[in-house]
């Protein structure tokens, strides 16, 4: 179980496997945000046969975009709040949804509760959680999504999401 510990300079101190302090992503922070989506992406079965030079200019410049839109928070190490141990995007919630856009651990930090206290801090309780950027991880990992309430829809970015509950009728985006 995360619990919140204190609040200091807009970072709040999660108990977790490993101690973690939850921050808004800064400017420097961005590279490696930006670097290690765009290359977990790359994975994705959809994106396998996109030439490179499409590719990575094209999804770093869906990456930003969903960046300026969204807000992003940052697992740090609670004494070197620069060494970075995860990020998760997500956006405000549209038509009473929560969105995720992405959210990554670093392979050393996983199996730590780490994302699940990133998830905890965007979205509390509520579920379900879509994911605008299912990649190859996702396809591999359906239970842990359940867990977690989410369910991938890229549709979300194009305004195109509906659930069966809607019979198609109602966009969430």
Not at 96 to 115: D, F, M, N, P, T
């Amino acid at each position: 179980m995360q619990v919140a510990r204190e609040r200091e300079h807009g970072a709040l101190m999660i108990d977790t496997a490993l101690p973690i302090v939850l921050r808004e992503m800064r400017h420097a922070d961005e590279g490696w945000v930006k670097r290690s989506w765009a290359g977990a992406m790359r994975h994705s079965p959809w994106s396998r046969g996109i030439p490179d030079e499409i590719y990575w200019p094209s999804q770093y410049l869906t990456i930003s975009q969903i960046l300026a839109q969204a807000s992003t928070i940052v697992a740090v190490n609670p004494h070197d709040t620069d060494h970075l141990y995860a990020s998760c995007t997500f956006g405000v919630p549209i038509a009473g949804e929560s969105v995720l856009h992405w959210v990554e651990v670093k392979a050393e930090y996983r199996q730590l509760g780490i994302a699940s206290a990133l998830l905890l801090a965007a979205f509390g309780g509520s579920r379900p959680i879509y994911l605008t950027q299912p990649s190859d991880w996702t396809s591999r990992h359906q239970a842990l999504l359940a867990k977690h309430g989410v369910v991938p829809s890229p549709y979300v970015l194009l305004g195109t999401h509906t659930t069966e509950r809607d019979n198609g009728r109602a966009q969430v985006a």
